[in-house]
């Protein structure tokens, strides 16, 4: 039985067929231009969804969109970073375009199912996800179902505050705050190793981190040692309100790896009441860009099995 999954983000589009165990058969990647806003989006989407149906018709469609939405209508409610999405009725303009039934959560979510049921969570109960992209998301999978609380949001722990002046996890921990950080050093310290590897980059500079990290620079040590610390005093408060079997980062911050791992690691033990340490395993995430996929793929498969049965 084909699926389609789509993932709908603030910076990558990604469109994939696969079948009802979540793999994935055939993948489009594709970028996204900002200063288009959501109708080019759609454009990208539709041009490809035409391209990927001649390879044959598909059972169900499922979408992983980069901010709240309201699934059961099939609804967005708006996006954080691209204009033209609020209040966007996205199943019902996919509908006709792939006549197959069409299911929309949002893309923490959709990924922290994927993670729970084909990767770093398979086995643990509950899976609590939580992606560094352009913006922080999560979700929460229990007994192999999304946790969907009122709508329009559940997990969205992007949007915790830090303090009371408005700080959020998203502010200080999403690959676009670390970008802004990097490159600040361009003028701040344009002598230091990580100014300089990044030194040709007007975006995606977090992606030098991990070389830097590697040759021992101070600078990559004191931002990620900062993230660490601002995201694990967000996933504290996850461990006391939910007490997840595992912890999952993903997203494209999460490819610093290891480093960042152990550092978030230790940092929620220390913010973890005695009671309940040391604390849920911090694991990296298995299924890398694929989460959203896979996920939207399981998405569909399920939603599908639910109105059948």
Known sequence: MKMLGIEIGGSK????????????????????????????????????????????????????????????????????????????????????????????????????????????????????YVTLGSGVGGGLVNAGKIYHGATPGEAEIGHLRLDRSGTTVESRCCGWAADARIRALKTTEPAGRLARLAANDTRGEAKHLSAALGQGDATAQRILREVAEDLALGLSHVVHLFHPGVIIIGGGLSGVGEPLRAAVQAAVRGFTMEAFRPGPEIRLAALGEDAVPVGALLLAMSERCSLAN
């Open 13 to 128: 589009l990604q469109l994939v067929l696969g079948d009802e165990a979540g793999r994935i058969h055939e993948r489009r990647r594709l970028v996204v231009d900002q200063a288009k806003g959501a109708a080019g989006i759609r454009q990208q989407i539709e041009q490809t969804i035409i391209e990927l149906l001649s390879l044959g018709e598909v059972a169900a469609v499922g979408i992983g969109f980069g901010g709240p939405v309201d699934w059961q209508h099939g609804k967005i409610c708006c996006s954080h970073h691209i204009a033209g999405w609020s209040e966007f009725d996205l199943v019902e303009w996919l509908r006709p375009l792939t006549k197959a039934a069409v299911f929309v959560d949002n893309d923490g979510n959709v990924a922290a199912l994927g993670e729970a049921l084909r990767g770093a969570g398979v086995g643990l109960n509950p899976v609590f």
